[in-house]
Nanobody, 125 residues
Framework: QVQLVESGGGLVQAGGSLRLSCAAS????????MSWFRQAPGKEREFVAA????????YYIDSVKGRFTVSREYAKNTVYLQMNSLKPEDTAVYYCAARPNLGPVPRTAREYAYWGQGTQVTVSS
């Protein structure tokens, strides 16, 4: 069982930056693939970024490439999402997700067993 707690959301002007953190409980963090998803009002949950258990495989949705960076810190059981050059269309609730490594890192929500409560990111124009 893994519990995930996100933090770092907030209100920022377009062009600004935020760093989201996702702290995981348990001793198996190092064996879990981790991802970030987001959900804007009236829209489906959308994949944003993923990092494999070994940090050797990383994926991004096209709209955030070059602006967002996903990373993980094993000593702190934490995964981060550094978001730069934020745009109003990045406004959403951001969720951290985890699953035990079973093969290729998934990019669909249904393949993740554990979810955080979400953190709101609002980008004003």
């Amino acid at each position: 069982q893994v519990q995930l707690v996100e933090s770092g959301g907030g209100l920022v002007q377009a062009g600004g930056s935020l760093r989201l953190s996702c702290a995981a409980s348990g001793r198996t963090f190092a064996t879990y693939d981790m991802s970030w998803f987001r959900q804007a009002p009236g829209k489906e949950r959308e994949f944003v970024a993923a990092i494999s258990w070994s940090a050797t495989t990383i994926y991004y949705i096209d709209s955030v490439k070059g602006r967002f960076t996903v990373s993980r810190e094993y000593a702190k059981n934490t995964v981060y999402l550094q978001m730069n050059s934020l745009k109003p269309e990045d406004t959403a609730v951001y969720y951290c997700a985890a699953r035990p490594n079973l093969g290729p890192v998934p990019r669909t929500a249904r393949e993740y067993a554990y979810w955080g409560q979400g953190t709101q990111v609002t980008v004003s124009s």
